[in-house]
């Protein structure tokens, strides 16, 4: 096992750990990026996608670690942020001994990061991992783990959702408004039912034909349009952007006609700025990883043994979460993502200072 070629990109200055992974036997060229463990291990998927080039790995790699580190400080974990990138094509390379070689890569690092699933990767390939590394959540129920964690983090993204309307119109219900999802993938298709017992009317898109029959099968009253774009400027009161990131960028934001974004997609922000333009528009952004924060609080659950009543009802606090940041924007004159950043970096910082207090 080797380190692939370098890139010249150059690694953020606020990470504590990347790591390159090589095995070629098997295909395997991963990325492992821990931000930050100053309130435990890192906690945070692993992505198996066919990046454009290694550089593209990398930066993803580092802006979805550091999202991790933020999301799990707001979630309430002991847990800092971390994840992983396999770089390939799945349908193509994922096999039992990449997986376990992958393992191998995880378990040399004594527990600092823990691996969970992510786009590309499921319960099953986590049970494959977890074959050379104990470090490793997100497994499946017959192997004692917490199985689908799309389950809660559409959950979760509801709940944000039920607080962005109330601090939006009073109340804490979707009922009577028209969503927009963009993605029905595993977290979107949940979302939508969510939605639907709630009341609302759904419109939505997806690349995958597959999805769409599903949606058609399960959800005949859904609206399908063609693609986001013509999601964005449908006549909706709320987006939630469900599938990759940068869905938020300075051609969707001018066009978009909701006033709430409330999405499951990670990294919704194109570039930073972008949430001065949501704030200008009048639209209210519930940032991505307060929102969808219930998938990692699922996972991190399994750590000490998953009971899924405990972790649904962590991940129905994100409705508090949400609305606690909402009402800081406004008190502090901030879009809410500051507002969000403000509080997990203060988190971070005061009870990773308790670190410095050796024990005996």
């Not at 454009?52 to 993803?60: N, Q, V």
């Not at 999202?67 to 990138?85: E, I, P």
């Not at 009161?237 to 990131?245: E, H, K």
């Not at 405990?310 to 406004?330: G, N, P």
Request: charged share 20%.
């Amino acid at each position: 096992m080797g380190v692939f070629a370098s890139t010249d990109q150059q690694v953020s200055a606020g990470h504590e750990q990347v790591v390159f992974c090589q095995d070629k036997p098997t295909g395997l060229k991963a990325i492992i990026g821990i931000y930050s463990t100053a309130l435990g291990p890192a906690l945070g998927g692993t992505r198996f996608y066919p990046y454009a080039s290694e550089a593209d790995a990398l930066h993803d790699v580092l802006e979805l670690s550091r999202g991790m580190a933020y999301k799990n400080a707001l979630a309430g974990l002991d847990l800092g942020g971390g994840k992983a990138v396999i770089w390939g094509d799945p349908d193509q390379l994922k096999t039992e001994p990449l997986l376990r070689a992958y393992g191998r890569f995880v378990q040399s690092l004594g527990g600092r990061y823990y691996t969970a699933c992510d786009v590309g990767t499921y319960v099953q390939d986590m049970d494959v991992v977890a074959r050379e590394t104990r470090f490793v959540t997100g497994r499946s129920v017959e192997h004692g783990g917490a199985g689908d964690s799309s389950v809660l983090t559409a959950w979760g993204v509801f709940q944000g959702m039920r607080a962005a309307a109330e601090h939006q119109w009073g109340s804490a219900t979707l009922g009577g408004r028209r969503i927009g999802v963009s993605g029905l993938g595993k977290v979107g298709k949940h979302l939508v039912g969510h939605l639907i017992e709630d009341g609302a009317t759904v419109v939505a898109t997806d690349v995958n034909e597959k999805a769409l029959e599903w949606v058609r099968h399960t959800y005949p009253e859904v609206d399908l349009v063609a693609d986001a774009t013509a999601l964005i400027t449908s006549d909706i009161d709320v987006y939630a952007p469900c599938a990759l990131g940068g869905a938020l960028d300075d051609e969707t934001v001018p066009a978009l006609r909701a006033t709430i974004v409330v999405g499951a997609a990670n990294n919704q922000l194109a570039h930073p700025g972008i949430e001065k333009q949501l704030a200008d528009r009048g639209v209210l952004y519930a940032p991505d990883y307060v929102v969808n924060a219930g998938g990692v609080i699922q996972v991190a659950d399994e750590i000490e043994g998953f009971n899924f009543e405990r972790a649904k009802l962590r991940a129905t606090r994100i409705f508090d979460t949400t609305r606690e940041i909402l009402r800081l924007a406004d008190a502090e004159g901030v879009p809410p993502a500051v507002a969000a950043d403000r509080l997990a970096e203060r988190r971070m910082a005061e009870v990773g200072r308790l670190r410095s207090i050796h024990l005996t």
